[in-house]
């Protein structure tokens, strides 16, 4: 079966542009989450959708960031008026509901923001 | 806030012979722990994991040991294998009385190199 999948792979985008960024999970899992690896640090997890549960948005770094899910497939995550700092690498996850530890990750989409 | 740290950078090691690859975490509420390895370009893929009431879970070559009055976890991978170059990463989430919340911490990973 088809993994997660991300898109777009790379985005280059001028500082001060909105980003959408988006990610296909697995079927049938519920869980959805996004990190962001910026260079030369581990992941870092910035939002977490399960199911209809309100989701925990405890690690966006800021109210420029925002994430949707709808129901339990498609997930955008969209970055308004871009800063340098938000170049990394963003990578969504996915996990099934009776294996929420082991999380399947897309390939990632890396922002370079100029 | 460090809460998940893989101390070395890098590791190289012999074909053959065994890696070790250490991880230290501060939370004391973490209780579960997970290796990832990651190859360029490509998302992390879930190796190995284990709970807090256990001290040791192995899977065919891999085998991960907790010590949780250190508060550190180790990998070891043994024999090494030239295709186990990539970068391994530490996780753990601390899951809480229900289990609702799977989010991870992760440290900045530990490159590893397996000569031939």
């Known amino acids: 079966g088809a993994g997660v999948s991300q898109s777009p792979s790379n985005k280059v985008t001028e500082k001060g542009k909105d980003v959408e960024l988006r990610c296909d999970p697995i079927?049938?899992?519920?869980?959805l989450y996004w990190y962001r690896q910026r260079l030369g640090q581990g992941l870092e997890f910035l939002i977490y959708?399960?199911?209809?549960?309100?989701?925990?948005k405890s690690g966006l770094p800021s109210d420029r960031f925002s994430a949707e899910r709808t129901g339990e497939s498609v997930s955008t995550l969209t970055i308004q008026r871009t800063q340098q700092e938000d170049s990394a690498v963003y990578l969504c996850?996915?996990?099934?509901?009776?294996?929420?530890?082991?999380?399947?990750f897309g390939p990632g989409t890396r922002l370079t923001v100029t | 806030d460090q809460q998940v740290k893989q101390n070395s950078p890098s590791l190289s090691v012999q074909e053959g012979r065994i890696s070790i690859l250490n991880c230290d975490y501060t939370n004391s509420m973490f209780d579960y722990f997970l290796w990832y390895k990651k190859y360029p370009a490509e998302g992390p893929t879930f190796l190995i994991s284990i709970s807090s009431i256990k001290d040791k879970n192995e899977d065919g070559r891999f085998t991960v040991f907790l010590n949780k009055s250190a508060k550190h976890l180790s990998l070891h991978i043994v024999p090494s294998q030239p295709g186990d170059s990539a970068v391994y990463f530490c996780?753990?989430?601390?899951?809480?009385?229900?289990?609702?919340?799977?989010?991870?911490?992760f440290g900045k990973g530990i490159t590893l190199s397996v000569r031939p």
């Open positions: 959708f399960q199911g209809n549960s309100a989701p925990d």
């Open positions: 079927s049938g899992h519920t869980a």
């Open positions: 996780a753990a989430s601390a899951r809480g009385m229900d289990g609702a919340n799977s989010k991870l911490t």
């Open positions: 996850a996915s996990s099934s509901p009776d294996r929420v530890y082991e999380q399947y």
